[in-house]
T-cell receptor, first 114, second 113 residues
Framework: GENVEQHPSTLSVQEGDSAVIKCTYSDSASNYFPWYKQELGKGPQLIIDIRSNVGEKKDQRIAVTLNKTAKHFSLHITETQPEDSAVYFCAASIEYSSASKIIFGSGTRLSIRP | ETGVTQSPTHLIKTRGQQVTLRCSSQSGHNTVSWYQQALGQGPQFIFQ???????GRGNFPPRFSGLQFPNYSSELNVNALELDDSALYLC????????????FGPGTRLTVL
């Protein structure tokens, strides 16, 4: 069935360094890949997304890359700051299908060391 | 903030009881999806309602049911609660006529004793 694998499960980086989270998906029909940030006691917040017709997208310190052939996609956060500490989820979806359900990865707990 | 609200924020029930969780979608959105998030895991899709009709369902038993109202708010009902139903229940709203982005509410934390 549909599956999204995410790693690492925990990641600790020095403030100012970069963080990379990697995911793979199983359903080749997936064409929409959102990334969510979840802080304690809150729901997931969409931080960036990418569609299968592009290979890379950037928004300030955050970038996502997508390799459709390998079914890999990654999140890159540069110049990390303390407020980046949270749990990050990658996800995959089939846009414009009958039900636009999102399949989530298992999450990465990112800690930024001062 | 996304404009998606959920109530109640916390709930404690005992095994066998029934529960109803509520979600108000963001203005302009016609679709609500419900997800179950167990501790330390990613959210899992329960079902989706589009214009008051169930529009897709994940691997959850029939004792998980829902409704969507004409104002596009939604309810999730769970009958015959089991201990494993303890989780954070999230709803997400979108206008899927135009785009696929889903915006999540803060969730309802359900504890089953």
């Amino acid at each position: 069935g549909e599956n999204v694998e995410q790693h690492p499960s925990t990641l600790s980086v020095q403030e100012g360094d970069s963080a990379v989270i990697k995911c793979t998906y199983s359903d080749s029909a997936s064409n929409y890949f959102p990334w969510y940030k979840q802080e304690l006691g809150k729901g997931p917040q969409l931080i960036i997304d990418i569609r299968s017709n592009v290979g890379e997208k950037k928004d300030q310190r955050i970038a996502v890359t997508l390799n459709k052939t390998a079914k890999h996609f990654s999140l890159h956060i540069t110049e990390t700051q303390p407020e980046d500490s949270a749990v990050y989820f990658c996800a995959a979806s089939i846009e414009y299908s009958s039900a636009s359900k999102i399949i989530f990865g298992s999450g990465t707990r990112l800690s930024i060391r001062p | 903030e996304t404009g998606v609200t959920q109530s109640p924020t916390h709930l404690i029930k005992t095994r066998g009881q029934q529960v109803t969780l509520r979600c108000s979608s963001q203005s302009g959105h016609n679709t609500v999806s419900w997800y179950q998030q167990a501790l330390g895991q990613g959210p899992q899709f329960i079902f989706q309602y589009y214009r008051e009709e169930e529009n897709g369902r994940g691997n959850f038993p029939p004792r998980f049911s829902g409704l969507q109202f004409p104002n596009y708010s939604s309810e999730l009902n769970v009958n015959a609660l089991e201990l494993d139903d303890s989780a954070l229940y999230l709803c997400a709203s979108q206008n899927r006529d135009y785009y696929n982005e889903q915006f999540f509410g803060p969730g309802t934390r359900l504890t089953v004793l």
